[in-house]
């Protein structure tokens, strides 16, 4: 022990001297060829630790570059994902928009009429029934027999009430009726729900004229429909000779399955 005691510290005086003796050497200017002595000795194992520690080096900045582009393209994610949410709620907005600056437009256009703008919050499941499900209810004044549509054209009528909700049956439900006419030529009839979707114009006397193309609109009688709201366009007409009548079949003018939101008619003046 006492051995190993000695040894150490004759190094450590080793080194003592030789950094006293470097010291003394470089203030009066002796050392810079010991400097160079051991430059030139210690060289290659100089680059050769450059070239063991250098892929290593390399290898870590690779690794850091990396952390930093996964860092980089969570935020340029996140932010894509903002700037595709803000531009759906522009859209949308942009949508809604169009659909008050319609509704409004047909507001301005038909003052005598009490409209009542409400949202589509259902539709038939199985398409069998042909019926809406609209937000509004007895608490907002609605009562069956109402009329419903949009700036294009007639949907239908209110066909039972509850507190906050209405069901809503479609022009095309079979068990629609509504008196119309034949723009161009004034030629009067029943429109009917048919089958497909579609909608069928009855009991039109056989000497009108009605081909395909004309506009199909609301003629007033009853009293249950105002007069000349849009219910659709013929695309083909029916004629039979021993027949008093004569039968169109109709497209209707809204789309009655895209709706989001139509107006309810509280009131209207005859025209």
């Given amino acids: 022990m006492v051995n190993v005691l000695r040894s150490r510290a004759v190094v450590v005086i080793l080194v003592l001297c030789v950094i006293l003796a470097w010291l003394v050497l470089d203030n009066i ?9 051991f430059s030139r000795v210690l060289s290659p194992v100089q680059f050769a630790m450059h070239r063991a520690v250098s892929p290593l080096s390399r290898a870590a900045s690779t690794v850091r570059h990396l952390r930093d582009l996964r860092a980089q393209n969570e935020v340029l994610g996140k932010e894509n994902a903002e700037l595709r949410r803000q531009i759906v709620l522009l859209q949308e907005a942009k949508i809604e928009n169009e659909t008050l600056r319609r509704q409004l437009n ?3 256009a038909v003052p005598s009429y009490h409209l009542l ?3 589509v919050i259902g539709h038939d499941p199985s398409d069998l029934l042909q019926y809406l499900l609209i937000d509004r209810g007895a608490t907002d004044d609605i009562r069956p ?3 419903v549509l949009t700036a294009g054209g007639l949907v239908g009528r209110v066909s039972e009430v509850s507190a906050h909700s209405s069901h809503v049956m479609l022009i095309t439900n079979p068990s629609s ?9 004034r030629a009067t009839g029943v429109v009917e729900g048919y089958p497909g979707h579609e909608l069928l114009m009855r009991y039109i006397p056989q000497g009108d004229t009605v081909v395909p193309g004309d506009m199909v609109l609301t003629s007033g009688l009853g009293g249950n429909f105002p007069k000349r709201l849009v219910i659709g366009q013929v695309s083909s007409v029916e004629q039979k000779d021993v027949e008093m009548f004569q039968e169109a079949r109709l497209i209707p003018a809204v789309n009655l399955h895209d ?7 509280l009131s209207f003046a005859p025209a």
Avoid at 29 to 37: E, L, T
Avoid at 259 to 265: C, F, G, N, Y
Wanted: glycine share 6%.
């Fill in 29 to 37: 200017g002796v050392s810079n060829p010991i400097r160079d002595a």
């Fill in 259 to 265: 709706l989001e939101t139509v107006m309810v008619v």
């Fill in 106 to 108: 047909f507001k301005s």
């Fill in 117 to 119: 703008s409400a949202e």
């Fill in 177 to 185: 009726s509504v008196s119309a006419l034949v723009q161009r030529s």
């Fill in 145 to 147: 027999g109402m009329p």
